[in-house]
């Protein structure tokens, strides 16, 4: 009898077919090697399918408050600060990790120069200026007042030229310091954990705080310093003495024979008729996190943005959708770059330096118009000066909750967040001010540039990619915008961000435009905008920053070994004449971050403290209590629990969206740990007045 099933051949493993005979053999399925590796994937994918919808599910829907690991922390955080005076906090010893400033030029401008404020104390809502959040100090904060300076400013004459190196040798070219250290450095390596939204948010929050634009007391706009390039001139005229020189050999410019990048100095407060020693940059961005770059940090431009009725802000329909408003006199509708028709109004001036930042200005729009609407429906009989605050309170009150709770736990890791007093009740501290230190805007938020990915993509509802966008082609030109809003949010969001890395894309450093109306070639360099913007702003060295970090002082190149490898050591001393001289955001950028953490720890100081200032010394940050413009505590509840997902359901045609935004989720292998839009909702009863 021939047994069909068990007459194995020991040295094939294959069976006998009982039709051929022992010639033919045949192997069962569950044997053949293509089985094998099918079982293996199906167990791997099930696995960790079941662990990351465990792990994002643990705790409810979108809607439930998600923070288990943060609120460990506000236990421990207030245990530790119980003792915390807040009225004498100069006094007390800190709980948590602070820069003390040892500057000794913030008070200049407000003992000279600051108008003379009246402010009423009850207030619910912010002034449009920022002034009145302190009550003590009115115009800490506000909209054109100084940074604040962790240091005295560094200028070779005290107070305005560029500084040199300890040797009297002027600094190296920053471009030059760019090629050496980190030209071709871009790893083309993703970060699996984290998508790329972080980085429109990243400068969405900037243009929340800062904004500083061109000197142009002697009409110094890049255009105007063409003649620059004049080399036959005898004396260099003073608007050029800050251009960027770029070497004969230099491997991208000089084929193009580029020999430097106009470089126009920040706006002083000589500008506003406050001549101050040293050279005092004025900020003209409200200087807390409120959304002022939504609705404008003076009452004329947030006027200008509304329709006054219902509460909303103005906006138009193209193809169907919203967007921000046309801004008529745009400098830039003709150029420079090429003709452009879309130019947005904003609350912030910088709305269409390129596509990402547009893109998120539109968002918060959307939002804004979405929430008022919901308001005015809630409580109908609220007039439209009611309800335009309310929703600016609630959408200022949503950009605090997305950077503290999803953000920056990302940039910083939650060890640089607890040491720096980041989480948890935040308890209101007058004597903290707010301002955006000069070394913050100048110096280490920048670092994160270097996340930026040299491509956008645009993608389709089904994921495919139908455009990539070179941030650095479509600076100031917002068009492409217009129907693509949902293809963009859904490139940043689908696609995993820029690897962290000592260097910026390849296409932010070394793109050349050929700028129609002039016969040459021009530049783009963000790396050396950003070394020669710390030498403008008279940004102390790396060094002196490492120290006021807590970091030992180097004395010598090789004391940097504790956190900058030896060969940019190598590098470094090649370009510097001493220790002391190197660029702080150049050290900043070659210094390894500490696990969990997407900076080193001279930049992570400086994100901490001004991130721990920007919320203690806030008199309406969302989660003080006990102040005339405090939110309930069930409103406050409910705020906590949103997130950008929240925001990005709500203004766009997305279906589906994870609760933790920035996580990058690949919509392949992980779209069951997304949720439907129709599950973010913003739970506004709390706002039901009765
Ligand atoms: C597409 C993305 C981005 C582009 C194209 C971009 C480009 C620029 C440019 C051209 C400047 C002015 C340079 C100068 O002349 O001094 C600037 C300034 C700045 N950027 Fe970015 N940036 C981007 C994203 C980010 C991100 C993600 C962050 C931080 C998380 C950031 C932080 C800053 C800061 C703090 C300043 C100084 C702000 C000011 O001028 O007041 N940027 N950026
Ligand atoms: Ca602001």
Partial sequence: MVNIFKKVDNSSSFETDPLLGSKAKIQPFWK??????????????????IILYVFYHKNGSPNDIHYAESEANTVKFNAATLSYNPVNAASKSHPTSRVSSIATTNGDYFKKCAPFVTCNPDDKYRTFNGSCNNLQNPNWGAALTPFYRLINADFNDGNNTLRVQLDGRPLPSARLVGVKLFYMRDIRNYDHENNELLVPWGQFLTHDISFYPDDIRNATTPADLDHCYDKDKTKIPFECETAIPIAADDPVYAQYNVTLFKFVRSTTSVNF?????????????????????VYGSNKKTADGLRTFVNGKLRSRILKNEEYCPQNPNSEFKDGPLGKSDVQFAAGDVNVNQNLAIALFQNLFLRYHNHLAEEIQTLNPSWSDERVYQETRRIVGAIIQVITYEHFLPIILGDEYMKEYGLTGQTTYDPSINSALAQEMTSGAFRAVHNIIPAKFNLMTANYSIIDEVEPSRVLLQPDLLIGNFDNMLRGFLETPGRAIQPSYNNLITN???KIPNLDGYSGFDLMSYDIQRGR???????????HICGLKKANKFNDLSDLISSEDIEILKSLYSTVHDIDYIVGALLEKPRNGSMVGPSTACVIGDSFYRFKAGDRFFYDILGQPGSFTPEQIKSLKKITLSHVMCTSSNLGHMQKETFRFVDHKWMS???????????DLSPWKEF
């Fill in 536 to 546: 403008d702003n008279g940004l102390p060295p790396y060094n002196k920053m490492r």
């Fill in 32 to 49: 053949k090697p293509w089985f094998t590796l099918f079982i293996v994937i199906l167990i791997i994918v099930v696995t960790s399918t």
């Fill in 273 to 293: 008729s406050c001549p101050l020693t040293p050279r005092t940059i004025l900020n003209r961005n409200t200087q807390y996190i409120d959304a002022s770059h």
């Fill in 672 to 682: 069951s740990i997304k949720y439907s839009c129709k599950s973010y909702k913003l």
């Fill in 511 to 513: 793109v050349v435009f």
